[in-house]
């Protein structure tokens, strides 16, 4: 079956410290890759999105995310965190054949202690 | 550019009464999804439309469930009789041309 884990349901980091919020995934063939933030009583907000070419995608508020091919991952990465990234973010997969599925991990909560 | 609207932002009922979410999504985009997030957990898809079109609700569980995208914009939502497992946060999200598809607040109901 396919899936997408998120093998941490929380992660605490200091800020001005790097932070890595880990995603992988089992789908078949070239999926596209995304991460979602959702902030307390908010919706999801888009981040960013793997599709083709350079392995590293850039994204909104300073995120980046690395993807994987070998080792089917898409982490999630930020140099140096902010309080104000405490947040719970979520990893989604397309898979190939589909233009509208995602498949979307359960989620990581991140601390980001002053 | 306005995002997707979604209302109310809460609501509370008892067990067995009826309830509705309403969605209006982002100007242009003709695909438009509900879906339900329970705590702690991803959201999952109950219903996705093309315009007026439910083209995937194999997910929605129709004995209490329906949904309606008259005209292809707006979509309302519906659970009649609700039961204390529907308590969730049920997310609208609107896309063109494919996803990714950009999210409202959503409305977290709770059932008791």
């Known amino acids: 079956a396919q899936s997408v884990a998120q093998p941490e349901d929380q992660v605490n980091v200091a800020e001005g410290n790097p932070l890595t919020v880990k995603c992988t995934y089992s789908v078949s063939g070239n999926p596209y890759l995304f991460w979602y933030v959702q902030y307390p009583n908010r919706g999801l907000q888009f981040l960013l999105k793997?599709?083709?070419?350079d392995n590293l995608v850039k994204g909104s508020y300073g995120f980046e995310a690395e993807f994987n091919k070998s080792q089917t991952s898409f982490h999630l990465k930020k140099p140096s965190a902010l309080v104000s990234d405490s947040a719970l973010y979520f990893c989604?997969?397309?898979?190939?054949?589909?233009?509208?599925?995602?498949?979307w991990g359960a989620g990581t909560k991140l601390i980001i202690k002053p | 550019e306005a995002g997707v609207v979604q209302s109310p932002r809460y609501k509370i009922i008892e067990k067995k009464q009826p309830v509705a979410f309403w969605c209006n999504p982002i100007s242009g985009h003709n695909t438009l999804y509900w879906y339900r997030q329970n705590l702690g957990q991803g959201p999952e898809l109950l219903i996705r439309y093309e315009n007026e079109e439910a083209v995937d609700d194999s997910q929605l569980p129709k004995d209490r469930f329906s949904a309606e995208r008259l005209k292809g914009v707006d979509s309302t939502l519906k659970i009649q009789p609700a039961e204390l497992g529907d308590s969730a946060v049920y997310l609208c999200?609107?896309?063109?041309?494919?996803?990714?598809?950009?999210f409202g607040q959503g409305t977290r109901l709770t059932v008791v």
């Open positions: 793997y599709i083709t070419g």
């Open positions: 989604a997969v397309r898979p190939e054949y589909s233009n509208y599925q995602l498949i």
């Open positions: 999200a609107s896309s063109s041309g494919g996803i990714p598809p950009f």
